[in-house]
């Protein structure tokens, strides 16, 4: 099993709806959690980086984290376009000596149709 | 552009030759991580280092594969005697720790293709 699964989609929404991306993981020492968005064929960007559980919002992008089921979840409204990319969630080993060595979940395929 | 840099951005090599990737970090960051990416996966963590000293590797980093950061600064990554295995995206990514977890933000660079033929 990996520490952190992600349904690999792919989801095709219509502009302006809301999507829902969700990341499980099995790992209780994760402590902090990212979104990264990734273009094809390009690096992953930061969206969001959160710590507690409880709900983060930053614009169009909220961030939810509930430790007890151990689920992630990545809300987008007023979905665009330009949103389509691949989402990837993540986690740093809280254990290790460094918070970038990053255990990624695999990525959903999001495409925004006009 | 002061973001992470990567070259070359593509690389197509026969099974069995020796690559080389260089990365060039933000300036100030003095941690810098390579990871690798296949289709459909989301990265997988190879190596990091602080400043010069390589502190960490995974386990998928075989004995193939090297990296070095000499001087602090840029950081190459070598692979060789290269396998069809070993086509993938390898990406690069600096941060400045601070003793704080949330501060350590990573970036990534574009990443470089490697494709095994």
């Known amino acids: 099993q990996k520490e952190v699964e992600q349904d690999p989609g792919p989801l095709s929404v219509p502009e302006g709806a809301i999507v829902s991306l969700n990341c499980t993981y099995s790992?209780?020492?994760?402590?902090?959690f990212m979104w990264y968005r990734q273009y094809s064929r390009k690096g992953p960007e930061l969206l969001m980086y959160?710590?507690?559980?409880g709900n983060k919002e930053d614009g169009r992008f909220t961030a939810q984290v509930d430790k007890s089921s151990k689920y992630i979840s990545l809300f987008i409204r007023d979905s665009q376009p330009s949103d389509s990319a691949t989402y990837l969630c993540?986690?740093?080993?809280?254990?290790?000596?460094?918070?970038?060595?990053?255990?990624f979940g695999q990525g959903t395929i999001l495409t925004v149709h006009p | 552009d002061t973001g992470v840099s990567q070259n070359p951005r593509h690389k197509i090599t026969k099974r069995g030759q020796n690559v080389t990737f260089r990365c060039d970090p933000i300036?100030?960051?003095?941690?810098l991580y390579w990871y690798r990416q296949t289709l459909g996966q989301g990265p997988e963590f190879l190596t990091y280092?602080?400043?010069?000293?390589?502190?960490?590797k995974s386990r998928l980093l075989s004995d193939r594969f090297s990296a070095e950061r000499p001087k602090g600064s840029f950081s190459t990554l070598e692979i060789q005697r290269t396998e069809q295995g070993d086509s993938a995206m390898y990406l690069c990514?600096?941060?400045?720790?601070?003793?704080?977890?949330?501060?350590?933000?990573?970036?990534f660079g574009e990443g470089s293709w490697l494709t095994v033929v």
């Open positions: 990514a600096s941060s400045l720790a601070t003793g704080s977890s949330s501060g350590n933000t990573i970036y």
């Open positions: 959160t710590y507690s559980s």
């Open positions: 300036s100030e960051h003095n941690r």
């Open positions: 993540a986690s740093p080993w809280a254990g290790g000596t460094s918070y970038g060595k990053l255990t």
């Open positions: 790992n209780s020492a994760f402590q902090y």
């Open positions: 280092f602080q400043n010069e000293a390589q502190l960490e």
